[in-house]
C-alpha cells in the first residue's frame, strides 16, 4: 500500500510538470531572459531565495526531471562560484539520495527476488567495490546521473555510502557547471560547456580510480616479495607439486594451452581418489552389493543364497581395478600430452623457484613463473590413548593391509559416521564383517537432513552395522588371555563406559590438508587447516596458487577439478584476466545403499541461513523403473523459492541418485526452473522419470485453480 501511494504521488508530480508545461522555464534561453528578475528577488530576500531554490534543486534531482544542468548554471549565475557550489553539491546529493532511496523502497526487492540469481554477480562487486564504481561513474558526465540513482537503489549499497561518494564524485562537474554559469551572458549553447578536452579530462578522472587500485596493488605484491631475488628468465611457465586430481587437470590446462609445465608428483599419480579413495571403495562396494544381491535373491524371485567367496581375490579385483585406471593418469600420458613429470618431492624454496628431490637420487632446482599447490589431503587420526598399540588403519592404508588377509575382519570398528565410514562399514558388513561404526554426534551424516541421515541410520542397521550414535571413544586397550591378544575400544554414552572387542579398527574421522614439507613455513604462506587462498585461488604471494584439498572448501574430486581450472588459467594468464572461483552449485554423493545426493542447500541449511523456500517431493515407489528393478524406495527433494519454479537445492535417496542428480545441477548451473524440466522429455522407464514427476508435483501444488475452475465452467457448456 506504502509503495503504491508513493508511486501514484511520484507520478502525479512528474505528470504535473510536465502538464502545466513547467519545462519550458528549465531551458538555457528562459534562464537568460529571466536572470535579472530572478537577481531581483533574491536581493531583496537572500536566504529565502537561496531556501527556495535549494529546494526545487532537490525536487528536480529526486524526480530525476530534465533541467538540473539549467538550475546549475543558475546557481552559478545568482550565488558565484563558492556559495553556488556548495548548494549545487548538496541540493544534487540529497535529491541523488532520494532518488536511490524510492528507487529501493518500490524496486529492489521485486527485482532481487525475480533475478537474484543472474545479480549475485553485480551484488558482490558492489558489495566490495562498489564506493569505487560509483565514483567513478559520477566523475564521467557522460553517464546519466538519473539512471544511476535508479539503478544504485536495486543494489546492496548502503545509503551514507551512495551519498557521500555522490558528492564527492560529482563536485568536480558541479565545479565546472556552476562556473560556467557565472559566466552566462557570454554562454551561447549548453554543448559550449563539454569541450572534447574537458570531456577526455573527465574521462581520465573516471579510469584514475582504477589505475589507482592497479598501483595499490602492485606495491602491495612489491612489499610482499621485497625480501626475494626475482629471476630475470624463467625455466617454466608453471610448476604444479602434487599429481592427484587437481594438479592433473591444472597440468593438463598448461600444457594444451602451449605453456611449458613441470608436474611433480612423490608418490602415485592419481592421488588419493585413483589410490586409495573414491576409485578402490567403489570396487569394494560393488563386489558387497553383488554379495547381498546374492543373498537376497528371491527379492528377485530367485533362490537366496550365502556367497561363496576369497576375500583376498575381492581385494585383488580392487587393485585390478585401480590398475586399469592408472593409464589414464600415468607418467607415459601426461608425458604424451605435453607436461614434463618428475618424481620426487617438491619444496618452494622462493616465490619462483621449486627444488625437487628426485626419487632416484639427486636433487633438481627449477625457476617458473608461476606455482600450483596440489598437495591434496591425508586421513586425520584421533589423539585417542592406546591407539598406536593396538594398531589402526585408515581410508588410505586398509586396501594394502587388508589385501593380505584371507578373510574380512570378523570384528571391525568403524571410527565415524560421514561418508567414509558409511560407505566402508556398509560393504564390509555386506562381505561378512560384524560391524560397529561409532559416531560422536547425535546422528551419521551430519550434514544431511534428519531423515536423510535417519534413512541412512536404517539401512545400514538392516545390513548389520551397530551403529552407536552420541559415543565418544575414549581409548583403546589391548589384554592377553591365554596367549591370545584382545584388542578394545573404550566408549562413553551418557555418562556410563562400555567396552568393545574388535579385530580391525578402521579410522574415517576426516580428511586433513598436507600442509607441511613442500616450504610454506619458510615462505610465511599462511594457513588454517588449508592453505587461505583469495578468491581467485591465490596464495599470500599472487603468482603462487592452491587448488583441491589443500586449498578446501569442499573436499572432492570433482571440485578439485573444478578449482584447478581457475588456477591454471589465473597463473598463466592473470595478468591479462583473472577469474573468481565459482563454488555457487557443488554437487556430492554418498554411495551407500540406497545412494544418497545433494546439489544446493537442504532444508537444515536452508533454516539455518534464513532462506524462505518450498518443499516438493517425489516418493520412487511411485516410479515403474524403480518398482520392476526391485529398488522402489527413497525419494527426491527438491527446495524451491516460494511460489517460483527456481531450484535452491535438490536431495535425492534411491538406487542411482548420483547419476539422477546431474539434470538438477545443470538445471541450477544454467538457471533453469522446473518447468523447464517438466517440459523435456524423459525416456520411459528409466530412473531418470523421477526427476520429471518430481517437477510434476510442483506444478500440481502451483495450479491455477481460478483458472481451472473456469475451464470447468467452460467445458460444461460446451456439453450444453
Known amino acids: 500500500m506504502k509503495r503504491s501511494l508513493l508511486v501514484l504521488f511520484i507520478i502525479a508530480l512528474v505528470v504535473g510538470f510536465f502538464a502545466f508545461d513547467l519545462d519550458r522555464f528549465l531551458t538555457l534561453e528562459s534562464l537568460k531572459q529571466s536572470q535579472g528578475d530572478f537577481a531581483a528577488l533574491k536581493a531583496q530576500s537572500p536566504w529565502l531565495f537561496a531556501a527556495i531554490a535549494f529546494a526545487l534543486y532537490v525536487l528536480v534531482a529526486a524526480l530525476s526531471l530534465p533541467g538540473a544542468l539549467i538550475m546549475t548554471l543558475a546557481m552559478g549565475a ?44 553485480m551484488n558482490d562487486g558492489i558489495a566490495k567495490d562498489g564506493a569505487l564504481y560509483l565514483f567513478t561513474l559520477r566523475l564521467v558526465p557522460v553517464f546519466p546521473f538519473f539512471l544511476i540513482n535508479l539503478l544504485m537503489g536495486l543494489t546492496p549499497m548502503r545509503a551514507r555510502t551512495f551519498y557521500w561518494v555522490s558528492q564527492l564524485g560529482m563536485l568536480a562537474g558541479t565545479v565546472v557547471f556552476v562556473n560556467a554559469g557565472t559566466q552566462l551572458a557570454q554562454l551561447q549553447s549548453l554543448s559550449g560547456i563539454l569541450s572534447p578536452g574537458l570531456l577526455f579530462s573527465f574521462v581520465l578522472l573516471g579510469i584514475f580510480p582504477f589505475i589507482a587500485k592497479k598501483i595499490s596493488a602492485s606495491l602491495q605484491a612489491r612489499r610482499v616479495y621485497a625480501k626475494w631475488q626475482r629471476p630475470r628468465t624463467f625455466d617454466r611457465n608453471l610448476i604444479v607439486i602434487g599429481g592427484g586430481a587437481a594438479g592433473l587437470v591444472s597440468a593438463y590446462i598448461g600444457a594444451a594451452v602451449k605453456a611449458k609445465v613441470t608436474l611433480i608428483e612423490a608418490h602415485k599419480m592419481g592421488g588419493d581418489c585413483l589410490n586409495y579413495g573414491c576409485v578402490p571403495s567403489k570396487a569394494l562396494i560393488k563386489s558387497a552389493r553383488i554379495a547381498h544381491q546374492m543373498r537376497h535373491g528371491e527379492h528377485y524371485g530367485l533362490c537366496a543364497i550365502e556367497p561363496d567367496f576369497s576375500f583376498r581375490k575381492v581385494m585383488a579385483r580392487v587393485q585390478a581395478v585401480i590398475g586399469a585406471i592408472a593409464p589414464h593418469d600415468s607418467v607415459e600420458r601426461y608425458a604424451q600430452l605435453g607436461v614434463e613429470v618428475l618424481q620426487g618431492y ?56 587388508f589385501a593380505k588377509l584371507d578373510a574380512p575382519p570378523a570384528r571391525l570398528v568403524v571410527l565415524g559416521g560421514g561418508p567414509i565410514g558409511c560407505e566402508l562399514a556398509q560393504s564390509f558388513a555386506r562381505l561378512g564383517s560384524k560391524v560397529t561404526q561409532i559416531e560422536m554426534g547425535p546422528r551419521i551424516m551430519i550434514r544431511e537432513d534428519e531423515e536423510v541421515s535417519a534413512l541412512a541410520h536404517d539401512a545400514l542397521t538392516r545390513d548389520g552395522v551397530t551403529v552407536l550414535v552420541g559415543h565418544k571413544a575414549l581409548r583403546c586397550e589391548r589384554t592377553w588371555v591365554d596367549g591370545c591378544e584382545h584388542k578394545f575400544i573404550v566408549l562413553e554414552h551418557d555418562g556410563a563406559e562400555l567396552r568393545i572387542e574388535f579385530d580391525a579398527l578402521l579410522c574415517a574421522v576426516g580428511r586433513v590438508a598436507r600442509l607441511s614439507g613442500y616450504g610454506l613455513e619458510q615462505l610465511g604462506v599462511e594457513t588454517r587447516r588449508t592453505v ?147 517440459g523435456t522429455i524423459h525416456t520411459y522407464p528409466t530412473m531418470a522419470e523421477a526427476n520429471k514427476y518430481a517437477a510434476g508435483e510442483w506444478k500440481r501444488a502451483h495450479a491455477p485453480q481460478r483458472v481451472l475452475a473456469w475451464l470447468a465452467r467452460y467445458h460444461a457448456w460446451k456439453r450444453g
Open 346 to 401: 617438491a619444496r618452494i624454496v622462493d616465490p619462483w623457484t621449486v627444488e625437487i628431490k628426485l626419487n632416484d637420487g639427486g636433487t633438481q632446482r627449477l625457476t617458473t613463473r608461476s606455482i600450483v599447490i596440489a598437495a591434496g589431503a591425508q586421513p586425520f587420526v584421533p589423539p585417542l590413548p592406546g591407539l598406536d598399540e593396538v594398531g589402526y588403519v585408515t581410508s588410505d592404508t586398509l586396501w594394502d593391509a
Open 78 to 121: 545568482l550565488f558565484g562560484l563558492t556559495v553556488g557550489t556548495l548548494l549545487v553539491s548538496f541540493a544534487s546529493s540529497i535529491g541523488a539520495t532520494l532518488a536511490f532511496l524510492a528507487s529501493r523502497f518500490v524496486l529492489r526487492d521485486t527485482v532481487q527476488r525475480r533475478f537474484g540469481d543472474k545479480l549475485k554477480t
Open 532 to 678: 587461505l587462498t583469495n578468491d581467485y585461488l591465490e596464495t599470500l604471494y599472487p603468482n603462487i596458487f592452491a587448488a583441491g584439498d589443500v586449498a578446501g572448501p569442499y573436499q572432492f574430486t570433482h571440485v578439485a577439478a573444478h578449482q584447478a581450472w581457475y588456477a591454471a588459467v589465473n597463473a598463466l594468464f592473470g595478468d591479462v584476466k583473472k577469474f573468481k572461483v565459482d563454488y555457487s552449485v557443488i554437487p556430492w554423493a554418498t554411495f551407500i545403499e540406497p545412494e544418497l545426493a545433494r546439489v544446493g542447500l537442504n532444508e537444515q541449511e536452508a533454516r539455518e541461513k534464513g532462506v524462505a523456500y518450498e518443499v516438493t517431493r517425489y516418493g520412487l515407489d511411485e516410479l515403474d523403473r524403480a518398482i520392476a528393478d526391485g529398488n522402489a524406495h527413497g525419494f527426491v527433494k527438491v527446495l524451491t523459492v516460494p511460489g517460483k519454479d527456481k531450484i535452491l537445492g535438490v536431495t535425492i535417496v534411491g538406487e542411482h541418485a548420483a547419476d539422477l542428480l546431474a539434470e538438477f545441477v545443470l538445471a541450477m548451473k544454467h538457471g533453469l526452473g522446473l518447468n523447464k524440466i517438466l
